[in-house]
């Protein structure tokens, strides 16, 4: 059966790397023109490799850049947003505010500048997807940056379906995702940290990026899905 992305406009912000990579790949897999966004074009081409995707070169928090790329792009029938920089956890009282307002404005106000500038662009039926994260709601100490963006993005996604619709705008909520947003890692904490989600997440693994992605393909694909967010997460919201 042909899927519905079949010839489909999509553009990915954040698919030089991790879950927005995996979603650039299974989306062209599904048939679709995929517009392959990050900040480097350098990583962004060594990381799509041969697929024929289409490259497009823009930083999330500069409204300029993301404006004139989704008007070079013209119309489009979904637009996903992964970028998020690396946050690492840090006590309040040590907490480097460079770092955090980095992160606030690439994930946080990148994804509303993207569904500001990518709505007018958005054929009927059309989706925007954001990515928020298990830290959103579920508290572990020390990342408070983490959970305000996540629970800020939560908010957004009900706002703005009601107030973009009939667009659809959904988000996918991941929980421990083997990917590099974890930072440089040795081989050994790699392992060590694999081995503990092992054992603490309920389908006792951590979920790859393609897992992830799986949520923003049916997302796109689902027509009647608005105004919630998929955890698509292990099982980390409800493990002890
Ligand atoms: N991995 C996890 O365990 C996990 C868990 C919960 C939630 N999440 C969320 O899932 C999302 C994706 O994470 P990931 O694990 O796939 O991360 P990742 O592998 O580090 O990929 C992040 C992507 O964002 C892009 N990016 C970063 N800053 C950008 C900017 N200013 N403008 C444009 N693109 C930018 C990067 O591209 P360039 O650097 O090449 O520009 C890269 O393609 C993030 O929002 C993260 O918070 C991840």
Do not use: C
Request: proline share 4%.
């Amino acid at each position: 059966m042909t899927s519905p992305l079949a010839r489909q406009t999509i553009a990915v912000f954040g698919a030089s790397s991790g879950i927005g990579l995996a979603v650039a790949r299974g989306a062209h897999a599904l048939g679709a023109r995929v517009v392959a966004v990050g900040r480097d074009r350098a990583r962004l081409a060594a990381a799509i490799g041969e697929l024929p995707l289409q490259l497009a070169q823009a930083d999330i928090a500069d409204e300029a850049q993301v404006a004139a790329l989704l008007r070079d792009i013209g119309a489009l029938d979904h637009v996903v947003v992964t970028a998020g920089s690396v946050v690492g956890p840090s006590p309040l009282a040590a907490l480097d505010f460079d770092l955090a307002r980095d992160a606030i404005a690439t994930k946080l106000q990148g994804s509303l500048l993207v569904a500001k500038h990518a709505a007018a662009r958005l054929r009927p039926g059309g989706s925007i997807g954001l990515t928020t994260g298990i830290l959103g709601r579920k508290i572990a100490v020390n990342t408070v940056v983490k959970t305000i963006i996540n629970a800020g993005l939560e908010a957004a996604v009900r706002q703005l379906a009601r107030e973009l619709a009939p667009l659809r705008v959904y988000g996918v909520s991941p929980g421990p995702v083997d990917t590099p947003n974890w930072g440089a890692l040795s081989e050994d904490d790699r392992r060590a940290r694999a081995a503990k989600f092992a054992s603490t997440l309920p389908v006792g693994f951590m979920a790859s990026a393609d897992d992830t992605a799986q949520a923003y393909l049916f997302a796109m694909q689902a027509r009647a899905l608005t105004g919630t967010v998929i955890d698509l997460d292990s099982g980390a919201m409800i493990a002890a």
